[in-house]
């Protein structure tokens, strides 16, 4: 079974442009959350799509912003962006049922200059 | 909102050695506790994890012990080899909330 994708790997922006990621799942996962990973605040969580609904929000700004289709894939969103936006934002797809394990894909890493 | 520690944030050990490393959390009705190891370039990988209703899990090298009571858990890696080399990452997650993550351990293992 194939692991989860991410597209682009990377990407490179200039200040106030802004940038959309894709995510898909594993087959048969229809929860997809979108973390953001950064040498000094770790990995934090942004938000999580089930059923092509918002499940939970992180506590980033509006700028970020996502969705899910019927297919489970999922893209997120930033709009204007600014230099801290810089780092490698990770996929991670949930199995079905109530003990969800998540699954990472290798992450897209996004330079902002 | 939950707060999950991790210790240390760097481990050198000697092939064949054993690796500890520790997490504790702070919602004590979390109830799922996952590992991650995370390679140079690569997304995280689960390597095991645990529910609240069991005291440990072992899968052949490794294993992990939760402390329900203490509110921490630990990651067990025995006979080290230079490919645990990485950097380890614990997690908690309460219910069907989002995952909150440990600041991670950078492992070396020195053959």
């Known amino acids: 079974k194939a692991g989860v994708t991410q597209t682009p790997r990377y990407l490179i922006k200039t200040r106030g442009q802004q940038v959309t990621l894709s995510c898909s799942p594993i087959s048969g996962h229809r929860s997809v959350s979108w973390y953001q990973q950064t040498p000094g605040q770790g990995l934090q969580f942004l938000f999580e799509y089930f059923s092509e609904t918002q499940r939970n929000k992180g506590n980033f700004p509006g700028r970020f912003s996502g969705r899910q289709f019927s297919n489970s894939r999922s893209e997120m969103n930033v709009s204007t962006l600014e230099l801290g936006d810089s780092a490698l934002y990770l996929c991670a797809s949930g199995t079905p049922g109530s003990q969800e394990t998540q699954y990472f894909g290798p992450g897209t890493r996004l330079l902002v200059l | 909102g939950e707060n999950v520690e991790q210790h240390p944030s760097t481990l050198s050990v000697q092939e064949g050695d054993s690796a500890v490393i520790k997490c504790t959390y702070s919602?004590?009705?979390?109830?799922?506790f996952p590992w991650y190891k995370q390679e140079l370039g690569k997304g995280p990988q689960l390597i095991i994890d645990?529910?609240?209703?069991?005291g440990e899990k072992k899968d052949q090298r490794i294993a992990v012990t939760l402390n329900k009571t203490a509110k921490h858990f630990s990651l067990h890696i025995t006979e080290t080899q230079p490919e645990d080399s990485a950097v380890y990452f614990c997690a908690a997650r309460t219910g069907r909330r989002a995952l909150t993550f440990g600041s991670g351990t950078r492992l070396q293992v020195q053959p």
């Open positions: 919602d004590s009705a979390s109830n799922y």
């Open positions: 645990i529910r609240s209703n069991v």
